[in-house]
């Protein structure tokens, strides 16, 4: 999925990055229409945050956009040629089963990147992340935001153009989640496009350049932040927005 | 990792060397669990080594499956006991030449109570009817054995027809069907050599011995060329002249155990 | 009896003697030779199970399942056909070596680690699958990150197979041919004994056995669980 033959770590000054469409698409899971059809365009500087309640299909979504799931119905397609090198930072981390340095020369070797380069790449990405003291602790007893910042570094070594984050702070005490916007801001200022799923509308204000609200399973609106949280135009978001219980 | 690899790899050909590694002077002789279990082969191989410098590797089988080994070309010479099935073998063109060597005896075992009173048969023939006469428990080899052969013939001679809950057929070796008498009080024809070095008699005794019928030719056979031109033919021939020369047949006459002499070396 | 058969694996082990020790050291290389061929081949096999979907599969995984349980005696019987003069690989003159007793237990173990390291990759894989794709990587990638990742587990499932191996009798006697000297192990030293009536020996030496598969146990758990600690 991710084309590597660009050289990494080239600085990604591509800028404005790829942009995402979904025409027409549509998920459904035994006969049942889970999701769509939805169409939009995610072409802006971003960060892009989906928001909405809780089975909305946020995460169906952002799956589909990833490749990790097949439209039932639909195209998913990028404006660039071929998929964009992206990379996906789930709630709960999926980390090998070694140290974290090792997690990450892991990523660097499955993308091709020389021997010879993985070590320093991966030990930079560490220290930009805060994780230099650990580099040698088993991933999975780090503490929780630790986790989340090895996967976010995970992510930073591959340089994605593209860059999916699934509800990243949901399991977080505060101090984490300041570490994980301020890396998702780190993204951001290095040209890569945002695409973040969250409930959390405080944590939206901070990031949000545009929103996409869902509910049951539909596109309610697609607007930049500001217009958004000061004068939502569908029922379901104005509710929301206010912070009323939306099903 | 990379030296943890290595150190596999050197190990694994280590372990693969010392596997393979072999004396090319040796020869795989098919023989019968009985000879193995008398110690024989511990007492005469290493005379035969010093006289020759040759390895001799006892394969120990029942007698059918030596045969079989023998045929397909797996064994280089065969020492079994079984004389009508050595000369069909011989006929069959298997081998070229067969030779006495060696006999021992059958003796019948059986609980030290007796309780069908063979102690004092004239014969094998009416010890064996008497055991049938009484239904006493009899556990029978039942393995196609040369001594499992040579019992049958024995009912055969006693004009008995071996059947019935007393009649146990157990498909096992001399020494397990020795284990399973001991445990369940039965009569047993073993092997005069497998029941004097057999360790696990509890109540079992000797009851019924010295009629000819029950001596035990063994015979050694050479196999032929024709069918396995690939098997050492020049080791096993010095192995078999061996056993039937002067030194081969002291070496044989000399093997005791507790004092006793086991084999009765008779070649001509 | 029982306090005699202690005795005798006690002085068996204290007065160790060249015999015994011959026979032990050809038990475990034979053993262990054995379980690493069948590693090799078994856990990219049972991997490839795992990863990839191909019509037959289901077949597959029963047949690796029922070949766990296959007698070790009719394992013997075929390595013996195949190895034997008459035999498509008799010009080898393998039959009664210790070469052909690795042969017929790695026919042993292999079912064993195939289908063991299967069921263990597919839980993991389970786990890990959104993360590969998303990586981008490939099904053949997945494996060797999926086995490592594995290695506890499969720890484990290599010392099943030892202990298959360790313990069987019918296959190594039949292909082996219980040579002394050159082909004589554990297993068919102790059926031999038993043939011979000296059972205080013969469990001597099933306790001199138990004894090694438990040290060999007992290390690889301490090996384990020392790394399990270090890497989590």
Redesign the interface.
């Known amino acids: ?2 084309s ?1 033959n660009a050289p990494l770590l080239a600085s990604s000054a591509l800028y404005p990055p790829p942009a995402l469409s979904f025409d027409g698409v549509t998920f459904s899971h035994e006969e049942k229409v889970l999701l769509g059809p939805c169409s939009f365009t995610l072409d802006g500087t971003g960060p892009t945050l989906i928001m909405g309640p809780n089975g909305a299909g946020k995460s169906l979504l952002l ?1 589909l956009a ?3 799931l097949s439209p039932t119905q639909g195209q998913v397609s990028w404006s660039s040629e071929g998929s964009p090198r992206q ?2 930072v ?1 709630q709960q981390p ?1 980390l ?4 974290a340095v090792a997690n990450l020369i ?2 660097l070797s ?2 091709n990147v020389p021997r010879r380069a993985r070590a320093k790449l991966a030990f930079d990405a560490l220290e930009r992340f805060g994780l230099a003291a650990c580099s040698d602790t ?4 780090l503490s929780g935001g630790q986790q989340q910042r090895l996967a976010l570094a995970r992510a930073w070594v ?1 340089s994605p153009q593209v860059l999916f984050l699934d509800e990243p702070t949901s399991a977080l005490d505060p101090a984490a989640i300041k570490a994980v916007e301020a890396a998702v801001r780190e993204f951001h200022k290095r040209g890569t496009r945002i695409v973040m799923t969250t409930h959390d509308l405080h944590q939206a204000r901070r990031l949000a350049g545009d929103v996409l609200f869902l509910s049951g399973g539909k596109v309610r609106e697609h607007t930049p932040a500001e217009t958004f949280f000061n004068t939502p135009v569908s029922r379901e978001a104005q509710a929301f927005v206010a912070g009323e219980l939306v099903d | 990792m990379k030296k943890t690899l290595n150190l596999i790899l050197a190990g694994v050909t280590a372990m693969g060397l010392a596997l393979s590694a072999q004396a090319e002077d040796y020869i795989t002789l098919a023989s019968t669990t009985s000879t193995e279990n008398s110690g024989l082969f511990d007492s005469i191989l290493p005379k035969f080594k010093e006289a020759t410098g040759i390895d001799v590797r006892v394969v120990a089988v029942g007698t059918g499956q030596a045969f079989e080994l023998a045929r397909r070309g797996d064994a280089d010479s065969l020492l079994v006991h079984d004389t009508a099935g050595e000369q069909r073998f011989v006929e069959n063109g298997y081998a070229t030449e067969r030779a006495d060597v060696m006999y021992n005896d059958f003796v019948v075992i059986g609980p030290a109570n007796d309780p069908a009173n063979i102690r004092d048969a004239k014969s094998a023939a009416e010890a064996f009817a008497a055991i049938a006469e009484a239904e006493a428990p009899f556990t029978s080899r039942g393995d196609d054995s040369g001594t499992n052969r040579a019992e049958l013939r024995l009912w055969e001679n006693a004009g008995v027809e071996p059947e019935g809950e007393w009649y146990r057929e157990l498909g096992s070796g001399m020494g397990p069907t020795l284990n399973t008498a001991a445990a369940m009080d039965a009569y047993v024809m073993s092997d005069r050599a497998t029941w004097v070095a057999f360790g696990n008699r509890q109540n079992l005794t000797l009851l019924f011995e010295g009629d000819e019928v029950l001596f035990n030719q063994y015979g050694s056979l050479l196999l032929s060329e024709q069918k396995h031109p690939h098997l050492k033919h020049d080791l096993a021939r010095q192995w078999h002249n061996w056993l039937i020369s002067e030194d081969g047949q002291q070496a044989i006459a000399d093997f005791k155990v507790d004092g006793q002499q086991l084999f009765f070396p008779n070649a001509k | 009896m029982e306090n005699n058969a202690f005795y005798v694996a006690l002085s068996l082990l204290l007065n160790f003697d060249a015999a015994l020790y011959q026979i032990v050291a050809l038990s475990l290389q034979v053993s262990l030779l054995a379980v690493l061929i069948a590693a090799v081949l078994g856990f990219p096999l049972g991997a490839a199970v795992a990863l990839w979907r191909f019509p037959g599969r289901g077949g597959v995984i029963v047949v690796l399942n029922a070949l766990m349980g296959l007698p070790p005696v009719v394992a013997g019987l075929m390595v013996y056909l195949l190895l034997s003069r008459a035999g498509p690989l008799g010009e080898l003159g393998f039959l009664f070596t210790p070469g052909a007793m690795v042969i017929a237990q790695v026919v042993l173990v292999l079912p064993i680690l195939a289908a063991l390291s299967r069921q263990k990759v597919e839980e993991m894989l389970g786990e890990y699958r959104e993360q590969f794709v998303s990586l981008g990587m490939s099904r053949a990638r997945m494996m060797p990150t999926l086995l490592w990742d594995a290695r506890f587990a499969l720890l484990t499932v290599l010392l099943a197979g030892f202990g298959r191996a360790s313990a069987e009798v019918g296959a190594v006697m039949m292909v082996g041919g219980n040579i002394d000297g050159v082909t004589r192990v554990m297993t068919t030293a102790i059926v031999l004994e038993t043939g011979k009536g000296n059972l205080p020996l013969a469990l001597g030496l099933g306790i001199v056995l138990l004894t090694l598969v438990m040290l060999i146990n007992a290390g690889a758990y301490l090996v384990g669980e020392l790394t399990r600690r270090r890497t989590g």
Do not use: D, I, Q, Y
Request: hydrophobic residues 55%.
């Open positions: 999925m991710t590597m799956r990833h490749g990790l990379a996906m789930f999926v090998l089963r070694r140290s892991h990523a499955v993308n088993p991933a999975r007893v591959l």
